[in-house]
């Protein structure tokens, strides 16, 4: 199973972004808005920074320059996720991207926590205690 195999090489540092994710998904969860005025914003923003980041990133602006297409993806979903949980959350007393309900803190850290043992025990499984210490 290809998923099985992606999270069984997962590096240390894509594993951070998907922690970055979950934690994301659950305050978007928790505080969503329909409001499609705070979403079509974000993707105006995402677009324009997504655009940015491409540029910055590539050599002589792009010009022969090829990324992968989840590189491309997470250049433009960043700035979508940083715009909308800034909207989401404005006035509701955050500090950074700490909820003042340390519960809900807890709950975002747990599942953050949860995916690392999955993504633990998937290498685990895959690779045994040696390939699991290397990466």
Avoid: H
């Amino acid at each position: 199973m290809a998923a099985m195999r992606y999270f069984a090489t997962l590096p240390a540092g894509k594993l951070i972004l998907w922690c970055y994710l979950v934690w994301y998904l659950f305050f978007a969860g928790r505080y969503f808005d329909p409001n499609r005025n705070l979403w079509l914003t974000s993707l105006g923003i995402s677009g324009v920074i997504g655009v940015a980041l491409f540029i910055g990133t590539a050599p002589d602006g792009g010009a022969g320059f090829k990324l992968g297409r989840w590189q491309v993806f997470r250049l433009f979903l960043t700035p979508f996720c940083v715009s909308s949980f800034s909207a989401l959350v404005k006035g509701r007393g955050f500090f950074l991207i700490f909820s003042p309900r340390m519960a809900e803190n807890y709950v975002a850290l747990g599942l953050c926590a949860a995916f690392c043992a999955f993504v633990a025990g998937v290498k685990l499984s895959r690779g045994g205690r040696r390939k699991f210490i290397r990466d």
